[in-house]
């Protein structure tokens, strides 16, 4: 089978796209009543524009073992913004 020009470049796009990491996984550590943590948020809204990955949000003072070990890390730190890959 022949391909055209086009159909060339569209399979060797796909192929590039295919190859590519996968999108970063972003966490943000953030609490209730954080005005700094909102304007985090809408940074990260904007890079999400630019670049888009995978984002995930852990409220450091709910309960449960996630939130206690990073809440004994960040307590007082909040907004953090990590790469957990």
Known sequence: MRYTAVQFSRAAN???SFA???P???TLFTRKNCSLCD???KVLA???EQRPFRYTEID???S???AQG???LYEFDTPVVGNLN
Request: charged share 25%; aromatic share 8%; no cysteine.
């Open 64 to 66: 449960g073992k996630v």
């Open 20 to 22: 590519r990491a996968p």
């Open 24 to 26: 970063v996984l972003i």
């Open 14 to 16: 796909q192929a590039i």
């Open 60 to 62: 450091i003072m709910t």
């Open 46 to 48: 904007g890079v999400w």
């Open 39 to 41: 304007d985090a948020k």
């Open 70 to 72: 990073f809440r004994d």
